[in-house]
Antibody, heavy 121, light 107 residues
Framework: QVQLVESGGDVVQPGRSLRLSCEAS????????IHWVRQAPGKGLEWVAV????????YYADSVKGRFTISRDNSKNTLYLEMNSLRAEDTAMYFC??????????????WGQGTLVTVSS | DIQLTQSPSVLSASVGDRVTITCRAS??????LAWYQQKPGKAPKLLIY???TLQSGVPSRFSGSGSGTEFTLTISSLQPEDFATYYC?????????FGQGTKLEIK
């Protein structure tokens, strides 16, 4: 069955760095675009970044552009999010999600359980 | 960037009620709209994609409609497990933003 498992969340001080991982199983990882979505405590969902299945195309939300870097290792079925210059407003649960684009459908059909990042001094 | 506005933000209803949630886009997005359900402490779950297609395994009491800038999610007869927060999301271009959410509460 399709599974996405995030890890790497922690409590970090403002200005520090953190790397999140999203390990996938149950599907051909390289065939899918994978996204990061975050949710601050008690707030709504915010899209963060995507790495397309073409192996090169990436997009970022304006709120993280220049600070966060998304990457993927298809040999390890893993997506990463390198987060630098962390701010208090980056505190959130971070989810990875698979985009299903088969036959014109576009949606995030599978999500991980999330990993919590807390930025605090 | 495209903005999505959901209404209402909070909806109180009873088991068996028919409820409708609206999602309006700040510009046309064709049919590239998805609906998700999220329960506390859990990841979002896909319900509907391309505005009206039911995701596999989702009960048929959920339905979606609309195109362009106005979309609706309807639950035909609320069940106890449906009380949750619902989000719309557009996938027309980047960034694929979400609505602010609609919390469906028990009356």
């Amino acid at each position: 069955q399709v599974q996405l498992v995030e890890s790497g969340g922690d409590v970090v001080q403002p200005g520090r760095s953190l790397r999140l991982s999203c390990e996938a199983s149950g599907f051909i990882f390289s065939f899918y675009s994978i996204h990061w979505v975050r949710q601050a405590p008690g707030k709504g969902l915010e899209w963060v970044a995507v790495f397309w299945s073409d192996g090169t195309t990436k997009y970022y939300a304006d709120s993280v552009k220049g600070r966060f870097t998304i990457s993927r290792d298809n040999s390890k079925n893993t997506l990463y999010l390198e987060m630098n210059s962390l701010r208090a407003e980056d505190t959130a649960m971070y989810f990875c999600a698979r985009e299903n684009s088969v036959a014109g459908a576009r949606a995030f059909d599978y999500w991980g359980q999330g990993t919590l990042v807390t930025v605090s001094s | 960037d495209i903005q999505l506005t959901q209404s209402p933000s909070v909806l109180s209803a009873s088991v068996g009620d028919r409820v409708t949630i609206t999602c309006r886009a700040s510009q046309g997005i064709g049919s590239y709209l998805a609906w998700y359900q999220q329960k506390p402490g859990k990841a979002p779950k896909l319900l509907i994609y391309v505005a009206s297609t039911l995701q596999s395994g989702v009960p048929s009491r959920f339905s979606g409609s609309g195109s362009g800038t106005e979309f609706t999610l309807t639950i035909s007869s609320l069940q106890p497990e449906d009380f949750a927060t619902y989000y719309c999301q557009h996938l027309n271009n980047y960034p694929p933003s979400f609505g602010q959410g609609t919390k469906l509460e028990i009356k």
